[in-house]
C-alpha cells in the first residue's frame, strides 16, 4: 500500500484488478499478442510490455492457429481489446525441417497416424483430414514471409474486425532488437546482454 493511500482506494484497485473480467475492465494496452514460445524471446522487454498490459498467446512459431482465432476474437469481442501485435523471430525452430518430415517423424516416435486422432480432447471430431496433416505443423522457411502472413490471415478473418490495427515485427535472437518485417533498420530493446 503506498504511504498516503487510503485503504478505501487500496482496497478498491486490488477488487479492479481481481475482477477486471467480471467488471468489464480491459487490459492495460487494450492489446493482444501473439509470439512463439521459444525461451529466448523477452516478450515484454522487447515490447516494453508491464504485468497487466497484454493479453499473451504463445505457441510454437507465433503462428496464426485455431486457437489463436478463437483467443483474439474473445478478448477482441468481450475484454475491448483493439490492437493486435505479432512478434515472430529470427532462427526459430519452425524453420528447421518440412511439414512431411516432422509428421514421419512424429508418427514414429507415438504409433500413431495422426489423420486418425482428436486434436482436442474436448472435441472428438475435431480432426485433420489427410490432405491437411503436415501442413497442420505449419512449418515455415522465411520468417520475415511469415510474419506478413500471419498479419493477412489475422486481417482476412471474419471474426477479425477490419478496424483493428495489426502489426508484426521481428525480434532478432542476434542482437536483442526488433524491426519490421523485411526491413534492416532495427529498435533495441531493454534486453540485457547477457541474455541477447
Ligand atoms: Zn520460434
Redesign the pocket.
Known sequence: MAHHETLESFLSKEEDWIYRRQKGIPNDKQLFVL????E??PVEEALDLELGDAHIFRN???LVTDDVIRSAALTIHFFQTREIIIL??T?????SASGDAISKAIEEKTGVTLSEIALDPALENFRLSGADVHKWWKMQENIDETARAQVEALRNHPLIPSDIPIHAYIFEVESGNIRRPGEIHTVKTAIPPGKR
Do not use: P
Open positions: 509470439t512463439c514460445m521459444d529466448r524471446i510454437a512459431g507465433g515472430n523471430h532462427e526459430c525452430g519452425m524453420l
